[in-house]
């Protein structure tokens, strides 16, 4: 079959390293032919760059010869335009995190069944040849079961994403929350891979950069309890000073696992299980992997080709959107649970589900974010 034709709405950042894994590639899955964002520059110079046809109104994209369409676009706009494009016939690939509500998630579920398309939320981590191998190695039994862990993403991100009080990443009405929301999700996909599902959560939400008041945490910890009674600390920041990372770090009853994207090998594993390649030391089996920025491309590479795959063989996707709505369930409990100063169960999320909805967990969490700037000096 030929290449599953993709149209790109939202030419900023994370549109790059999508489109840049597939240029020049004629043999790929995917093909991304079109690109519409309502910044006329955006797509104009977006398009030159990656010879895509630049289309300047959504309904144009929409009605054009495209098979799906990947939306790259602030979280607010998820579930609008998911259903927009689901209600053209295209299938869609979604920037994580899935959605800002539980109400969203559930909306984009329902738009996409009904018109019988395809939704797959853009998960890069799952996709992360090296998350894949702690998949496996879990799932192998070479760790046991695992009983504690922790887990960090942290990055600088450009300040004016904090500082400015109209751009949208990191404000409690676009982003849907701060560094929880924009980075957490992707260790609460992975982790929930892993263990299963989340019991209950704490969480205490800090802001060391003195943002505007629209502007969610910079910095997070989060501790998750698994129904398995697997202990998961995450640590999350936008405003840590290195290039981008993430690790992770799995005990369990046979061994453990250390993980870190700034490492050319990005997996450690210590096993007493029989089967294990070494006993007695650490061991890194190889694995596709590239620190920043490599892994992004590496693992979106390996994402978008899983999706088109999907689109060709009529078959759902391995990441499916119920589970990339839990995700969004776990940063929306670590909300629930700053705001109440107390670890917090998922079944009370589920009861604000049914009685006042979601949305009402990001009313006021802006007073419960502690204020670390207070006497900090980023000169
Ligand atoms: N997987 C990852 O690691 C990763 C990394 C970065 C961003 N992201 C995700 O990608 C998405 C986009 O983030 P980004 O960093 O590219 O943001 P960005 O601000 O760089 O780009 C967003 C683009 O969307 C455009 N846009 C806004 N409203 C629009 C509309 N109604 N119609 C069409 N275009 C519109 C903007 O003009 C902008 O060009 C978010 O969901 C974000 O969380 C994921």
């Not at 800002?100 to 939320?121: Q, S, Y």
Request: glycine content about 6%; charged content about 25%; proline content about 5%.
């Amino acid at each position: 079959m030929d290449p599953v034709k993709f149209g790109i709405v939202g030419c900023g950042s994370a549109a790059v390293f999508h489109v840049l894994p597939f240029k020049g590639k004629a043999d790929a899955k995917l093909r991304f032919v079109a690109a519409h964002d309502i910044d006329e520059k955006s797509v104009t110079r977006f398009s030159k760059r990656y010879k895509l046809i630049p289309l300047h109104s959504l309904d144009e994209l929409l009605h054009s010869d495209i098979d799906a369409v990947l939306l790259a676009v602030p979280h607010h706009l998820h579930a609008p335009l998911t259903k927009a494009a689901a209600e053209a016939g295209k299938h869609v690939l979604c920037e994580k995190p899935m959605a800002t509500t539980l109400e969203d998630c559930d909306a984009m579920i329902a738009a996409c069944k009904k018109n019988g398309v395809k939704l797959m939320v853009a998960e890069n981590h799952r996709f992360l040849p090296a998350h894949r191998l702690i998949k496996e190695t879990i799932e192998r039994g070479l760790i046991g079961e695992v009983f504690l862990g922790r887990a960090y993403e942290g990055a600088f991100c450009p300040s004016q994403q904090f500082l400015d009080p109209d751009l949208w990443n990191f404000t409690l009405d676009k982003a849907g929350g701060g560094v929880v929301a924009d980075q957490g999700c992707h260790k609460f996909a992975t982790l929930n891979w892993f263990l299963g599902e989340v019991d209950s959560a704490q969480c205490w939400l800090g802001k060391a950069v003195n943002s505007p008041p629209n502007k969610g945490e910079d910095n997070a910890i989060i501790l998750l309890r698994y129904k398995s009674g697997a202990m998961i600390t995450v640590d999350v920041s936008s405003v840590t000073v290195h290039p981008l990372t993430n690790r992770l770090e799995l005990h369990g009853t046979k061994g453990t696992i250390l993980e870190d994207h700034s490492w050319e090998k990005p997996v450690q594993i210590f096993s007493s299980h029989k089967e294990a390649e070494t006993k007695g030391q650490f061991y890194s089996p190889v694995v596709e992997h590239g620190v920043y920025p490599k892994y992004y491309t590496i693992s979106a590479r390996h994402e978008d080709t899983h999706f088109a795959e999907c689109i060709i063989e009529d078959r759902p996707p391995e990441f499916t959107p119920e589970a990339a709505k839990e995700a969004v369930a776990v940063t929306l409990l670590a909300y629930l649970s700053a705001k109440k100063g107390a670890a917090t169960k998922m079944d009370e999320l589920r009861d604000i589900q049914k009685s006042k909805g979601t949305m009402s967990i990001l009313d006021g969490l802006e007073n419960v974010i502690q204020k670390n700037h207070e006497g900090m000096s980023w000169d």
